[in-house]
């Protein structure tokens, strides 16, 4: 497996329009995170999926943000009526409870411009 | 909620040992974690420590952790210019079901050759 792989890696969008991002995590694992990462600031937790479920959102996760996990597997996350604040590094992460920790593995990031 | 910080910036000239540090609130923390991050690149898992350990190495790393002050630091050894990057501290919300990270804003290490 080569890791966690996201799509795309660049998107340049007009402020107004919806974008959206694509994860694929590493096969076997169930847990699928999402993260935003700001210049000069670490990622920052935005949404969480055990299998298809979405476990839990970040009070940064605004109304215009929806996130999905179909069948467990890749997951999507749609961004409407885009805004120059959400210019930044949309990062993925994925992991799997093994030997009771759950080490995260993150992949290459989207980046948004909003122009 | 839990914070974390770093310092910002670190130089080092090559060969010598890297120390960078870190200092979080949340003192139930279950795991704590550093990630490298080069230019344009996403987060690559370097090691992490268990909050019931003082120390953990992995060949030129060592990671030590004083949970009584919440400090966690990583020294490189043989510090090399392919060490150039941004370093991240993580840790482990406690409580969160998610295991969810908060990640501190990230140490720029500068190796001079």
């Known amino acids: 497996d080569t890791g966690v792989s996201q799509d795309p890696r660049h998107k340049i969008t007009k402020r107004g329009q919806n974008v959206t991002f694509r994860c694929d995590p590493i096969?076997?694992?169930?847990?699928l995170y999402w993260y935003r990462q700001t210049l000069g600031q670490g990622p920052e937790f935005l949404t969480y999926?055990?299998?298809?479920?979405?476990?839990?959102k970040s009070r940064l996760l605004s109304d215009r943000f929806s996130a999905e996990r179909p069948k467990g597997s890749f997951s999507t996350l749609e961004i409407q009526r885009t805004e120059q604040g959400d210019s930044a590094m949309y990062l993925c992460?994925?992991?799997?409870?093994?030997?009771?920790?759950?080490?995260?593995?993150f992949g290459p990031g989207t980046r948004l411009t909003v122009t | 909620g839990e914070d974390v910080e770093q310092s910002l910036f670190l130089s080092v000239r090559e060969g010598d040992s890297s120390v960078i540090n870190c200092t979080y609130t949340?003192?139930?923390?279950?795991?704590l974690y550093w990630y490298k991050q080069e230019p344009g690149a996403g987060l690559q898992l370097l090691t992490y420590?268990?909050?019931?350990?003082d120390m953990k190495q992995d060949q030129r790393l060592t990671v030590l952790l004083n949970k009584k002050d919440k400090h966690l630091s990583l020294r490189i050894a043989d510090t090399q210019t392919g060490d150039s990057a941004i370093y991240f501290c993580?840790?482990?919300?406690?409580?969160?079901?998610?295991?969810?990270?908060?990640f501190g804003k990230g140490t720029k290490l500068s190796v001079i050759p």
């Open positions: 992460a994925s992991s799997f409870p093994g030997q009771g920790i759950y080490e995260q593995y």
């Open positions: 096969s076997e694992h169930n847990r």
């Open positions: 999926f055990q299998n298809e479920a979405q476990l839990e």
């Open positions: 949340d003192s139930s923390s279950t795991y």
């Open positions: 420590i268990f909050s019931n350990m």
């Open positions: 993580a840790v482990e919300v406690s409580g969160a079901g998610s295991y969810q990270l908060t």
